[in-house]
């Protein structure tokens, strides 16, 4: 019976490990033993594992205090429990540095149209800009004109510094509340 007990507790605890699992349910645990062949239908039908738990051969186990009462099945020692954790650990560290690029890099994969939607918004924008900046403004055209022509009428000094400065400012002015 020892014998068989010891490897119950390999077998779990191993489970515990490669699964990042901090206990296991009596029901997950007969699951495991079944599939791993260390108990047989009949041994987990006739409550074999239970039987140990309640018995306390098997020590590492406590049952739930809240009902219904559940048992769970913890680590044999701490050399698992520390093995528990820096698995976790090491697993959540692969996850973030695995999510750096893959995510944009295999995006393209998962949805193969986001190379033409990509193209399509990237030509959408070039010609927005392009027209923003090309597009003639009719307020601007009359300012330059106009301004041009108070520069010519201050070479024969019928215009003056201050009245260029003023129709500047006032044009300036008209614009910024425009924009607001």
Do not use: C
Request: hydrophobic residues 35%; positive net charge.
């Amino acid at each position: 019976m020892k014998e068989i007990t010891d490897r119950i507790i390999k077998k779990l605890d191993q489970n515990m490990i490669e699964t990042g699992k901090e206990f296991l349910s009596l029901a997950y645990a007969n699951k495991i033993l079944k599939e791993s062949r260390i108990l047989t239908l009949q041994e987990i039908e006739k409550k074999t594992l239970k039987n140990l738990l309640e018995n306390e051969t098997i020590k590492n186990a406590i049952k739930t205090e809240s009902k219904p009462r559940q048992w769970r099945i913890l680590p044999s020692n701490d050399l698992v429990k520390n093995e528990i954790r820096e698995r976790k650990f090491n697993k959540h560290k692969e996850q973030i540095s695995s999510n750096d690029g893959d995510f944009w890099k295999d995006y393209h994969k998962k949805h193969p149209g986001f190379k033409f939607i990509m193209i399509v918004a990237l030509i959408i924008l070039f010609f927005y800009i392009i027209g923003k900046f090309s597009t003639p403004d009719p307020e601007h055209e009359e300012f330059i004109e106009t301004r041009a022509k108070m520069m010519m009428l201050k070479k024969k000094g019928l215009v003056t510094d201050e009245d260029i400065k003023q129709y500047e400012d006032t044009y300036y002015e008209s614009r910024k509340n425009k924009n607001k």
